[in-house]
């Protein structure tokens, strides 16, 4: 379940950060690479790792994407003690890195479907993994529509991919928003849910993966409902304040399931049966 | 002393008129010698409401939870709860306004939590103690320094002792000896912060020891950190610590907490003084610490 | 039967405590717990074995307040980790009675399965030898039948004593208790003798359902109402001998540092703290459902027992008097289907 270097699950690996990309003012995608060469573990999309700059702290963050046996990559946004020192290392940084922790999305059960990708802000980094894994297995998935909206145009990351790779994917359409008019801007204004009402997609055979700020998840599954969604039909990965990452530490709970172990991702369904607590 | 008629009548009355929309008061627990902090919405609650021999909670404490809410709040108080509501004023905390202040002239009140424990088996003892808390036995404000409505006859002072008799003991060792003394004390201390939050002084909306961007003092129980803490948070009660003996009460493993606070309370009034905190009410009052005057007092520094 | 003469404890706890660090209940000073025989002081402690139970419940044996996991040390842009290998004495646990015995198989539920194996309480938990203290006199607040636990007899014991005239029954169970036996064959007596009787308990609950009826009370009103005596202070949960949840820190100075692992409380506002700023459980009543929910409900459906094992410690310490016997009650006596 989980190759790190040494047997005890709550000890990282050594990585090391071979390239820095900064995608927005706050947000940076970090590559890391194995101090022994190649990937530190094998992700599926949706997994998460402990990421540690080891003398500030750990956090715990979606796997952006596995490049192949080259390199894993995180896109982390800065909002705190760690994440701010972070923000500040240079390319060949040693850092600490476990997992893969999480469910992941599930990829076998969503092949042969439309597939509907919603995001906000650093949302867009979970569901990347997926995307990037739709793309490279182009023919297992039918049409992917992706929702992208962020507070302005210089917070929307992974733009050479938003503007430039994805829209020429085969059958693919890429839609994205900012909060807020501002000058240089002739894309869409508005909020990512009316946005979503707006293209009002079809929800038949289509499966729609949401992740944002809590409240933009809450108001998308409400549209997502209006507009004929079933339960099963939706999947959102969540997140919360997670310490250990193996379902052990108590604090990353909805109910009875821990979001580091039975998730982050669940579909409407499993959600609307837990507390709502996230 | 019991005035669980009165309070319920005067509940019922503030209720009813609307007056207030919640008081603050007491209901028995489980076992008669256990009184449980309650809080009565409407006139049919009131009739479970009382106030007697086992009140010993400092309610004050519960006006933070509602500090940021308009509700007007009647809440019952003895004389040391009534400091910690000046204390409250006076840091900002709540407005005056909101509250309806019931004092209840004090002749003493035993420790529920102490016969809660005595009873429990997990102590043993032979007979248990039936007499009146620690903290009321050199009470020297019985009654309460602030209120609207007062109930009872005033209480005389009952402290005469020397209350820094054992400050001064403690002064007189060497520093080896107060250091293995406050070792001794402070390393069974296990981090629960139940001093802290059953502290009315302790009212910071982000306390210090939850900041991350520094974290300021470690989470472990080493001697050091268990150091820290004390000595940072006696610092910030100092010239503030209403003297409620709330701290030491609710302490799981009996740490002596209130010699800490005394120590702090005499160096106050020593150098700032002559001064008790949370005695009288007047707005703009500050506690001495808060206030910069050129000729404070630094030979200490 | 095999028989321990009480005239004869002290020698035993000398004997095993020449092979393992032996934990037994006692009165230090202002306060009980379980401390190390190694550091009994014959003119300050009390050795408690007589004792209903004590405040401090043995979880630190086996889940201390703070573990080490590993150090580290940087230089400039490399950084190198050492894991905390210390070498594990064996451990023994006496005295300890059925309810705190139910904690530890629950620690061991969390610990030991579900995915994942904590290789830091394994170490400590594959070395420690529980002898039991079986329990005939329910105390004030005890409840432990009624939450499924038989106080005369703890499943994960190794060894159970039971208490008879002058001594103890050495009722051995496994083989670990069989190695630790050995070690003090000598001091045991032939002897048949009579138990006691288990007194009736003063204090019951029906837990039957609950769990099930929980799953639609989220937005119930008692919620609110019981919450408010609740000052978030965390003695609970720190007392609670089946309360596990822990924070993972580090300590760093200049280039050298270690990570640790030390107790947290869900009670405590930063518990579910963002960085980002938002707290899913931000307000008192909303932590206080979520403890008692995971006790009664949420532990329950996913490992089969609730995890409040009837000790009855924290309704002695609660300063605003909680108790969770009233909470089972309330949720008991709600009309279903609200």
Redesign the interface.
């Known amino acids: 379940?989980?190759n790190c270097s040494?047997?005890?699950?709550?000890?990282?690996g050594?990585v090391e950060v071979v390239k820095i990309i900064d995608e927005t003012p706050d947000v940076k995608n970090f590559y890391v690479r194995s101090e022994k060469g190649g990937v530190p573990f094998n992700v599926m999309p949706g997994q998460l790792a402990m990421v540690s700059l080891?003398?500030?702290?750990?956090?715990m963050f979606s796997v952006s994407w596995q490049e192949e046996n080259d390199h894993l990559e995180f896109a982390i946004?800065r909002?705190?003690?760690?994440?701010d020192e972070l923000h500040r290392?240079?390319v060949?940084?040693?850092?600490?890195v476990r997992g893969p922790y999480g469910n992941g999305f599930p990829v076998e059960e969503c092949k042969g479907k439309d597939m509907l990708f919603i995001a906000g802000g650093i949302g867009l980094a979970p569901l990347r993994s997926f995307i990037k894994y739709c793309f490279k297995h182009r023919d297992d998935f039918g049409k992917i529509t992706i929702l992208y909206g962020s507070r302005s145009a210089a917070d929307l990351c992974f733009k050479d991919e938003l503007f430039e790779k994805w829209p020429q994917q085969k059958d693919t359409q890429v839609y994205v928003t900012i909060d807020n008019p501002e000058e240089g801007w002739d894309g869409h204004v508005g909020f990512v849910p009316a946005y979503l009402e707006e293209l009002n997609p079809n929800p038949e055979g289509t499966i729609a993966v949401i992740c944002g700020?809590?409240i933009m998840i809450k108001f998308c599954l409400q549209s997502l409902e209006k507009m004929g969604y079933s339960d099963e039909q939706v999947i959102t990965t969540l997140?919360?304040?997670m310490?250990?990452g193996?379902?052990?530490?108590?604090?990353?709970?909805i109910?009875?399931e821990y979001i580091c172990?039975d998730g982050p991702v669940f579909n409407l369904a499993q959600l609307k049966k837990l507390?709502?607590?996230? | 002393m019991n005035y669980t008629q009165e309070i319920r009548e005067i509940a019922a009355r503030l209720l009813e008129n609307g007056q207030v929309d919640m008081v603050i008061a007491w209901e028995k627990?489980?076992?008669e010698y256990?009184?449980?902090?309650?809080?009565a919405r409407t006139v049919d609650e009131v009739g479970r409401i009382v106030c007697d021999e086992y009140s010993i909670?400092n309610l004050s404490?519960?006006l933070l939870?509602y500090r940021d809410g308009k509700e007007k709040i009647a809440i019952v108080v003895k004389g040391c709860d009534s400091r910690g509501i000046v204390r409250l004023l006076e840091d900002n905390q709540i407005k005056r306004g909101r509250l309806y202040i019931i004092g209840v002239a004090c002749d003493g009140v035993k420790d529920?939590?102490r016969a809660?424990?005595q009873?429990?088996?997990?102590?043993?003892i032979q007979t248990p103690e039936d007499g009146l808390a620690a903290k009321c036995l050199d009470c020297r404000q019985p009654n309460p320094v602030i209120y609207d409505e007062m109930v009872g006859e005033e209480q005389p002072i009952r402290g005469e002792t020397d209350r820094f008799a054992r400050i001064a003991e403690i002064e007189q060792m060497s520093a080896d000896e107060r250091y293995r003394f406050f070792e001794?004390m402070l390393s069974?201390c296990?981090?629960?912060?139940?001093c802290?939050?059953?502290c009315v002084a302790c009212n910071c909306r982000t306390c210090i020891f939850?900041e991350t961007r520094p974290?300021w003092v470690?989470?472990?129980?080493?001697i050091s950190d268990n150091f820290m803490y004390h000595l940072v948070r006696a610092s910030h009660m100092a010239g503030r610590c209403v003297e409620c003996g709330?701290c030491e009460?609710?302490c799981?493993?009996?740490i002596p907490l209130m010699l800490i606070n005394r120590k702090l309370i005499k160096d106050v009034n020593e150098f700032f003084g002559p001064y008790e905190a949370g005695m009288e009410y007047v707005e703009g009052n500050k506690p001495p610490l808060s206030v910069y005057k050129e000729n404070d007092p630094d030979d200490f520094l | 039967m095999k028989v321990l003469k009480m005239s004869k404890i002290e020698q035993v706890l000398d004997r095993l405590a020449q092979q393992a660090d032996v934990y037994v209940p006692m009165?230090r000073?202002?306060?009980?717990g379980f401390f190390s025989w190694n550091t009994y002081d014959e003119g300050y402690d009390?050795l408690?074995f007589?004792?209903?139970?004590?405040?401090?419940s043995p979880k630190h044996v086996i889940l201390p307040?703070?573990e080490k996991?590993?150090s580290?040390s940087?230089e400039g842009?490399?950084?190198k980790?050492d894991?905390e290998a210390e070498e594990m004495t064996p451990k023994i646990i006496m005295g300890i009675r059925s309810c705190d015995v139910r904690g530890i198989e629950h620690l061991d539920d969390?610990?030991l399965t579900?995915?994942?194996?904590?290789?830091?309480y394994k170490a400590r938990r594959d070395k420690t030898t529980i002898i039991a203290n079986a329990c005939y006199?329910p105390?004030?607040?005890?409840f432990c039948e009624s939450m499924g636990v038989n106080p005369t007899d703890s499943e994960a014991a190794d060894i159970i004593m039971r208490e008879v005239n002058g001594g103890y029954v050495w009722d051995v169970k496994t083989e670990k208790g069989e190695a630790v036996t050995k070690q003090i064959e000598d001091l045991l007596e032939e002897q048949e003798v009579e138990l006691f009787p288990l007194k009736p308990f003063l204090r019951k609950v029906n837990y039957e359902g609950v769990a099930e009826k929980l799953k639609d009370m989220?937005e119930d009103p008692m919620w609110e109402k019981f919450s408010?005596?609740c000052?978030?202070?965390?003695?609970c949960?720190?007392?609670c001998p089946t309360c596990?949840?822990?924070?993972?820190?580090?300590?760093?100075w200049g280039?050298e540092?270690y990570?640790?692992?030390?107790?947290?409380?869900?009670m405590?506002?930063?518990?579910?703290?963002?960085?980002?700023g938002?707290n899913?459980?931000e307000a008192?009543k909303?932590r206080f459902r979520?403890r008692f929910?995971?006790k009664l409900?949420?532990?329950t459906?996913?490992y089969g027992r609730p995890l409040c094992t009837g000790c009855?410690?924290c309704?002695?310490?609660c300063?605003?008097?909680v108790?969770i016997?009233?909470i089972i009650d309330t949720v008991k006596e709600a009309e279903t289907g609200a």
């Open positions: 379940m989980h040494c047997e005890n699950p709550l000890v990282p050594i080891i003398p500030v702290g750990e956090g946004k909002t705190g003690l760690m994440t290392i240079e060949g940084q040693k850092l600490g700020p809590p997140e919360m304040r310490k250990c193996i379902g052990k530490c108590g604090r990353c709970n109910g009875s172990l507390p709502p607590e996230w | 627990g489980d076992h256990q009184t449980i902090p309650f809080i909670h404490n519960s939870r529920p939590l809660m424990k009873h429990s088996g997990f102590e043993r001794d069974r296990i981090r629960c912060y139940a802290r939050q059953a939850d974290q470690g989470r472990e129980t080493s709330e009460r609710v799981p493993v009996n | 009165l000073g202002q306060q009980t009390d408690m007589d004792i209903l139970n004590v405040y401090q307040q703070t996991m590993y580290f940087q842009q490399e950084i980790i894991v969390v610990f579900k995915g994942y194996v904590d290789q830091f006199n105390g004030t607040n005890c989220f408010e005596p000052q978030t202070c965390g003695i949960t720190y007392l596990y949840c822990f924070d993972i820190q580090v300590k760093a280039d540092g990570r640790f692992r030390c107790w947290d409380s869900c405590y506002r930063e518990y579910t703290q963002m960085a980002g938002h899913p459980r008192a909303e979520n929910l995971h409900q949420f532990f459906e996913r009855g410690r309704i002695v310490v300063p605003g008097g108790s016997i009233k």
